[in-house]
């Protein structure tokens, strides 16, 4: 139906918004997969899209992997991807330091080693990954020792987060001039049979409480994932698709940016939580409200295969 959202794309309706796009942009945890395993059919969904010439990317905002390892995740599932597809945060945060802000300097990291092969890639040096235990008595923690040249925080998943961490990173941020840069706010991170784990957004928000900073933020919802892959790939974002399984991040992702957008329910959200903000009346959460869902993004194949 014209003008509705939250539709079930579906039958005949596949082909039409299909036609209308030449990019799909998918999330990956609970879209193409759940923890190890592929979600049954989206390898195919993937491979026959391309097949059908559409331009396939993928817009993730865990950073605990870099685009090749991804691409390598993919690989063993039996997705036909290339590296250059795959837009993590990690990816993202050292594109956005080294063309948004044109950052000159070392940065302060709490996060992965992926997140550091990311910076280094682009020419950015980093203090900090791993583990960094408190030590000495309390009245020294606020003296403890800095590296001069770091001129930004960035904060992305760590399993090492610790209290001299967040102590650390407050201290450097004291400078009003130091950069503070968070690749994500995801409060959890979905496992396999609805079990979860803290995600990013707990450890940044940890860092800003101290800091009395907000972070300047590289992942869904912020458009800018959405202007990395177009920089690079050219996107016509009239002709673009959002296909994620979270409102708050990929729906409205897709909505700040003027894409289709489409929820699939094989990860975090329920089409019940669709509705909810389509009913509030409250114009925000609109935002949140997919043009269509479905059940799987397997639902696309019986099209793709005709
Ligand atoms: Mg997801």
Known sequence: ??????????????????????????????????????????????????KHGKNVYFVTNNSSKTRKLYAQKMGRMGFNVKEEDVFGTA??????????????????????????QELEDVGIQQTGVGPDHISGAQSDWANVSLDAEVKAVVVGFDEHFSYMKVNRAMQYLNDPSCLFVATNTDT???????????????????????????????????????????????????????????LDTDIMLGTNCGLKTVLTLTGVNTLADAQAHQGSGCPERQKMVPDYYVESIADLLPFLQG
């Open 1 to 50: 139906m014209a003008g509705s959202k939250c539709t079930r794309l579906n039958g005949a309706l596949i082909k039409q918004v299909l036609d209308s796009v030449d990019s799909v942009l998918f999330d990956c945890d609970g879209v193409i997969w759940r923890g190890d395993s592929a979600v049954p059919g989206a390898a195919e969904v993937i491979n026959l899209l391309k």
């Open 91 to 116: 990816y993202c945060t050292a594109m956005y330091l080294k063309t948004v802000a044109n950052f000159k300097g070392k940065v302060y990291l709490i996060g992965s080693n992926a997140l550091k």
């Open 188 to 246: 959890r991170l979905p496992l396999e049979g609805g079990k979860a784990v803290p995600g990013t957004g707990c450890l940044v928000t940890a860092v800003e409480m101290a800091a009395q900073r907000q972070a300047q933020k590289v992942g869904k919802p912020n458009g800018f994932m959405v202007d990395c892959v177009a920089s690079q790939c050219g996107l016509d974002r009239s002709r673009c698709m959002m296909v994620g399984d979270r």
